[in-house]
């Protein structure tokens, strides 16, 4: 067999494989999503159902595509007290390596095209995620002010300030106006960087799975009030956040 010919028996061989990791994946998710939905309206709290998701659903997920994850950090965070996690976007199983980093009931903050999703919208309405519509100018304001009560109520809540996926794996500016949030609550910033979602699952293509190891640290929080006590203004706990998750994904030897 001749090079061109092997090339294209892999290439054949790996399509086949994410048709197959793709239906795993569609049925796995319906699935869970299904009893998530039948146990909230049983009455159970949104909190178990969403800790569900990080005990079974997303190693499901990450075992079904041979994908290995490393978890760094985040040993001496109190997670019984509310805090705005802020992560780096790779990649739509971002999502799946959050829940199973952080041992608390987590929520994020999801892009308002969700909506549309069957499934999933109705499982992130039942668990208290929230939606932003980033064409909206109001409903960032607003959007805010839900994103404070939450973490004032004791939640913890995950947004990926970049705005969108990266394409590349660069680190892009974040956006300044939901860390606000944090700082109306008087909660600490959480930030984390993840390195090989990009790899395993990448933006780019339908569904282009390939096994891997994803990498997941976590930074300390950074408090929303200086040394002086003064709370910070929003762009300056947001460049704290930027630079710390950036030294984050920095290689080390």
Known sequence: MDVQSSRTSGNLAWTVLNVLQLVYTLAWTAGWITLALLLRA???????????????????????????LVIEGGEGIDWTRPHLLVSNHQSVIDICVLYMAVPAPLRFLLKAEMLKVPFVNWYAQATGMLFLDRDSRRAGALVRRKAAALLAQGQNLCLFPEGTRSRTGALAPFKAGLLQ??????????????????????????FRARPGTIRVRIGAPIPTRGEDGVLLDRQALTQRAHDTVRTLLEPRI
């Open 42 to 68: 049983l009455g159970v709290r949104s909190e178990r159902v969403l800790r569900m998701a990080a005990r079974c659903w997303a190693p499901g997920l990450l075992a079904g595509g041979k994908i290995n």
């Open 181 to 206: 949030a944090a700082i109306d609550a008087e909660v600490p910033v959480v930030p984390v960087a993840i390195d090989g979602c990009g790899k395993v699952l990448p933006v780019q293509g339908l």
